[in-house]
């Protein structure tokens, strides 16, 4: 059987993600990877509860390696290999940074608490 062009891509860019996996951002059902895809306000709004909320914002940073300051980060996340104490310097590229702002944004829309 030969492999298309595409095959092999797609096995080698597989098996390289795969690989990565440590580096590779949360996915979602509903909303997207939290790297690829703009979170909507109105779907975050009316779906996921607090609780929820907060572990999607913290999993953007805890993948950047962020240093955790609260009791409740640190125990959710650890900070295990952390290199970076300000979220403002992690190297989020735009999708991440704004999917976290929105989520925080929705977050204190709900009355979640921080």
């Known amino acids: 059987m030969r492999w298309s062009k595409i095959g092999r891509r797609f096995v080698l860019v ?3 993600c795969a690989l990565a ?3 590779s951002a949360e996915c979602y059902d509903v909303f997207g990877c939290a790297d690829q ?3 909507k306000f109105e779907d975050l709004a009316n ?10 914002r913290n999993q953007i940073y805890a993948e950047h ?3 955790f300051k609260t009791a409740r ?6 900070n295990q ?3 970076y104490a300000d979220a403002n310097r992690l190297p989020l590229n735009g999708i991440e940074r704004e999917n976290a702002a929105m989520i925080l944004s929705v977050e204190r829309t709900k009355g979640c608490a921080e």
């Open 65 to 67: 390696q962020y240093c």
């Open 47 to 56: 779906g996921p509860n607090c609780d929820f909320l907060y572990t999607m």
């Open 81 to 83: 290999n952390c290199r």
């Open 73 to 78: 980060a640190i125990a959710a996340f650890g």
């Open 37 to 39: 895809s703009r979170f």
């Open 21 to 23: 996996g440590a580096a």
């Open 14 to 16: 597989s098996a390289f």
